[in-house]
Structure formats: C-alpha cells, structure tokens
C-alpha cells in the first residue's frame, strides 16, 4: 500500500512537469541548461529565505507558540519575496545572455526567443519548488503507519501532491508573465504576480482544512493559466489551428508550439 501510495503521488505531483520536460525542454541543450540554472536560483534564494527565518527563531522566544507561528508566517513571505527577486535576476541575466548569443549568430537572430526563456525558467522554478515541498513527505507515503488513524484527514498525501502539482503549473505560469512584464516595464503585471504568490503560499496555512486551501489554488491556477497563455501571445484561433494541426502560411513555425524552434530551410 506504501508503495502505490508513493508512485502515485509522485506522479500526481510530477508526472506533468515530466511531460512537458521531455517534449519541450530535453531536447534542446540550450534549453536544458535554462533549467538547471532557473533551478539553481531557486535554491538560492531558498538558502537565503531559511538564514533569514533560523536566525529569527535563534533571537526569539522559543516557548511562545503565537511568535513561532507569526515567524513561521514572515519566513513564507520572505521566501516568496526572494524568489520573486531572484526570478528578476535570472531575467536579467538571461537578457545579457541573450544579447551575446545574437552577436554570435549568424542570422543576427537568437537561437531562443525570450518567451522561450520565461516558459523554462518558470518550469525550473516550479520542479524545485515541488521536490522541496512535498519530498519529505512522499517519503513518509512509503510507510510504515497509516494516515488518519488519530482522526487526522486520511486525504493527507494526495492533497498534497495535488497542491505540488499546482504549484509547479503556478511557477510556470507566473514566469512566463513575469518575464513579459519585466520586457514591457509593467510593474502593476509585476506587482500581480508577487501578490498572487503570497496568497498562494497563505493559502497552505489553512491546511487540513483542505477544501479551504485547494479549492482556491486550483481556481488561481486556472486562472493564471488563462493570463499566462494570452501573455505569450496564445487565442482562440491558435487553440484551434493546435486541434487542426494547420501551419502558419509563409512560415516554417508551427502555430500550436511557441516552444518548438524553427526548422532549417
């Protein structure tokens, strides 16, 4: 039971995140190295996020339930703010990036489009973010003890991969805006975006009343989704011409892939 109980989740968690690596991001090193770095800012900011709330837990009184608790708070708020500032770094750092790999071209164009850019670094983002949130957790899943058998809520592991797996469409989702608004200089976009990650990390603070919590994440999922699809530039008309398998006439690039590069005439 342990077991199906792990492989499940797990898959629940990552299984999309999984997909859309291997059909959009391994075969492309350039992409690939996107990830690792995205990743690699990530838990920087990460490290940084968790000095700050250790040292704040060392200074305080550790007998005081209700100050632990509201540290635990600035510690979540923190860590969204580094993130956020982070994902601004690397956005400026992919820039310079970017203007280097033009002038090595020799089409004068880059090898990778910015929203290209945002879509994986998001991914990256998203991948590391689940695996530190629900790691410890699937590796409870695999036994022994049974979930549940003090009056806890049974549904404890499939929440959570559930709330992983938004979490990982979130990030993706919010870098690919992030990155638009940071192009266009649009720091109400900006603002929308670090505000949406702090209600989402508020949200896990009203678990195990799960229905609080999940209900309203996968509402903000959708709904960012939405935004992130029109911010890269997606319609109706695309979705259809997606469905329909049409090209764009005069054009080597498929309609329904922002993600694929152009082939070589």
Request: charged share 10%; with cysteine; hydrophobic share 50%.
């Amino acid at each position: 039971m342990g077991a199906a109980v792990f492989f499940g989740c797990t898959f629940i968690a990552f299984g999309p995140a999984l997909a859309l690596c291997l059909l959009t991001v391994a075969g492309d090193p350039l992409r690939v190295i996107i990830l690792v770095a995205g990743a690699f800012f990530w838990l920087v900011s990460l490290l940084l996020a968790s000095l700050i709330w250790f040292i704040s837990v060392q200074l305080s009184d550790r007998n005081d339930a209700q100050l632990q608790y509201g540290l635990l708070l600035f510690g979540a708020a923190v860590s969204v703010l580094l993130q956020e500032a982070f994902r601004f770094a690397y956005f400026k750092l992919l820039k310079k990036a970017d203007e280097g790999l033009v002038t090595l071209s020799e089409d004068g164009r880059p090898p990778i489009s910015i929203k290209q850019m945002a879509y994986v670094s998001g991914l990256a983002f998203g991948i590391i973010s689940g695996l530190f949130s629900v790691i410890n957790i699937l590796a409870d899943s695999i036994g022994p003890g049974t979930v549940g058998i003090h009056g806890d809520s049974p549904h404890y592991f499939i929440t959570s991969a559930f709330l992983t797996m938004a979490l990982v469409f979130l990030h993706t989702f919010w870098g690919t805006i992030f990155f638009d608004a940071c192009e266009k200089r649009r720091y109400g976009t900006l603002g929308l975006v670090v505000t949406s990650h702090l209600v989402t990390s508020g949200l896990t603070f009203l678990n195990p009343c799960y229905e609080a919590s999940l209900i309203p994440l996968f509402l903000l999922t959708l709904s960012t989704g939405a935004w992130a699809f029109v911010t890269a530039g997606g319609s109706l008309r695309s979705i259809h011409a997606c469905l329909s398998g049409k090209r764009k006439e005069g054009d080597s690039v498929m309609v329904y892939s922002a993600l694929q590069l152009p082939g070589e005439d």
